[in-house]
């Protein structure tokens, strides 16, 4: 066990008492392990449903106020490459007038928790076999 | 081949890979040992089951994220021994300032003691009462390292990466420790 070195005090305490762990031991921890994994999950799930609906809602309400203002037609024309070329601070300031930031943040919000619920609900979940053998055995 | 067989590494491996009989074949490695050191860190069955249980958890649900190279036993130690000062912490069943108090505030060490312990030390009844006894006397520190040799035959350079100090720093608490402990055993007698 200790090759170099060993004196009286180690060979005594060589003799502390090991104790199993409770027999169940192994059962609480898988139980423990299922519950917390069946959690994540289902709450990785309802973020991803939740995240995912309001990515989509805030993107068709950006959609919408670009249409309506016709904006959608000036960012068509300011997209030009060649005008972007010629006058890209213009082009800047009128993208940072006509798209709806605050929108747009709620969009990037959310696709930041569509990563972060994906994680969650691809998160380790084995099936553990019932007649593996006890932790305490 | 055996799961039980087979080394920590391939086992980590295989746990990353989803192989849930990886997970169980460390659970029956080291569950003893994890306890053990809990339960003579924290004193109470029930509190080292808990801390013992949460180690097992969070390696579950940790370690496949850790990096693959990590060396899975003292990386469960560090866990147990930071689950034990959470339950400790939330319990308050034992004084902080006893769990963190440094080594420098323990009792300087005359130095060491070369005779040998008494033979009739081994043989006395209330043996494993004197041994628990003498490593509740180590400060945290030293009791953490010692516990770590003792009950989890770790390295010194293993109980070094578990506590995050030098493997030299491990070694010269645990001479320290032993000096202490020789001393306590001493006076039992």
């Avoid at chain 1, 799930?45 to 993107?59: D, E, M, N, R």
């Avoid at chain 2, 306890?35 to 509190?47: K, S």
């Avoid at chain 2, 009462?129 to 770590?148: F, G, K, N, Y």
């Amino acid at each position: 066990m200790y090759p170099d070195d060993v004196d009286d005090v180690d060979r005594l305490f060589a003799r502390l008492e090991r104790v199993d762990p409770p027999a169940d031991f192994r059962a609480q921890v898988v139980a423990r392990t299922e519950h917390r994994a069946r959690r994540r999950h289902i709450v990785g799930y309802g973020l991803l449903i939740a995240s995912v609906l309001l990515a989509v809602f805030a993107s068709f309400i950006i959609g919408q106020q670009l249409r309506t203002s016709g904006a959608l037609a000036l960012l068509a024309f300011i997209s030009d490459l060649e005008l972007l070329a010629e006058a890209p601070a213009e082009v800047a300031l009128a993208l940072v007038e006509l798209v709806p930031w605050h929108l747009a943040a709620v969009v990037g919000a959310a696709l930041v928790m569509v990563v972060v619920a994906v994680r969650l609900a691809l998160s380790p979940s084995f099936h553990f076999e019932s007649e593996a053998g006890d932790a305490s055995t | 081949m055996e799961h039980g067989s087979l080394p920590d590494e391939e086992l980590a491996r295989r746990f990353r890979d989803g192989d849930a009989l990886a997970f169980d074949a460390l659970l029956n490695r080291y569950s003893r040992s994890i306890y053990n050191f809990t339960l003579r860190l924290l004193g109470d069955p029930a509190d080292a089951d808990d801390a013992t249980q949460q180690t097992f958890i969070q390696a579950f649900e940790s370690f496949p994220a850790a990096r693959p190279g990590a060396s899975l036993r003292p990386w469960l130690f560090q866990v147990a021994r930071n689950k034990c000062i959470d339950l400790i912490r939330k319990r308050r069943t034992v004084p902080l300032s006893t769990f963190d108090r440094e080594e420098a505030d323990a009792p300087q060490i005359e130095p060491i003691d070369p005779t040998s312990l008494p033979a009739e030390l081994y043989e006395r009844e209330e043996l494993q009462e004197i041994l628990r006894d003498a490593i509740a006397t180590l400060p945290q520190r030293s009791r953490e390292v010692v516990l770590m040799r003792y009950v989890g035959e770790l390295t010194f350079a293993e109980i070094g990466r578990s506590l995050g100090m030098p493997e030299n720093t491990a070694k010269t608490l645990f001479q320290r420790a032993k000096a202490t402990l020789r001393v306590y055993l001493r006076k039992r007698v």
